[in-house]
């Protein structure tokens, strides 16, 4: 099929087949907590070590991404399948609950990082430039966490899966 306008429907059918590693973008201040299961999150350099994550600006709960001044990406094995339905709004849980599903440390920037997680990118937030629906969070990464081997966690033709 070829779509010489790319459609909404058609570019979302397209990503459908873009397989994505599936993370927890998280960020704390003053007391308040957010967590978004995200795919939209790569590296950008490793010199200095910098990354970026994309969330919805359309959603108020985000908005804390952009005033933190932190955000931390936690990379997900297949052991953390719930988790991620936890941070995508699945089951209707509060920010509370969502956060007591796992062990957390606070980091160095001040971002909750995963227990247990693959690996975790913690950064200073550099800039939340708006890009359509979304702020590219741009990240300093001032610290890292490598846990315990397992499967990457895959979203991949609206579904997880693995490799
Ligand atoms: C596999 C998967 C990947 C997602 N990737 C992103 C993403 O990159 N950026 C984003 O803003 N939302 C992404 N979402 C959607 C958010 O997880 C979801 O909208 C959000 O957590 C809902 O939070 P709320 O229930 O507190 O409003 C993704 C969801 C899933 C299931």
């Not at 997680?117 to 990240?139: M, T």
Request: glycine share 10%; with cysteine; aromatic share 8%.
């Amino acid at each position: 099929m070829h779509d010489e306008n790319s459609s909404p429907k058609t570019y979302r059918d397209a990503m459908a087949r873009y397989a994505g590693h599936v993370q927890i973008v998280t960020t704390a201040a003053g007391g308040m907590m957010r967590g978004v299961t995200a795919t939209a999150c790569t590296s950008v350099s490793d010199a200095p070590p910098t990354v970026l994550a994309c969330v919805n600006r359309h959603n108020p709960r985000n908005g804390l991404f952009a005033e933190a001044g932190n955000f931390a990406i936690n990379t997900l094995g297949t052991r953390h399948r719930a988790l991620a339905d936890a941070f995508s709004g699945l089951g209707g849980l509060s920010t509370e609950q969502r956060f007591a599903e796992a062990t957390w440390d606070l980091s160095g920037s001040g971002a909750p990082v995963l227990v247990g997680a693959l690996a975790s990118f913690d950064c200073r937030l550099i800039e939340a430039r708006e890009v359509a629906s979304h702020w590219i969070l741009i990240g300093e990464v001032i610290g890292v966490r490598l846990g315990d081997a397992d499967k990457p966690l895959i979203y991949f033709d609206r579904g997880y899966c693995s490799m």
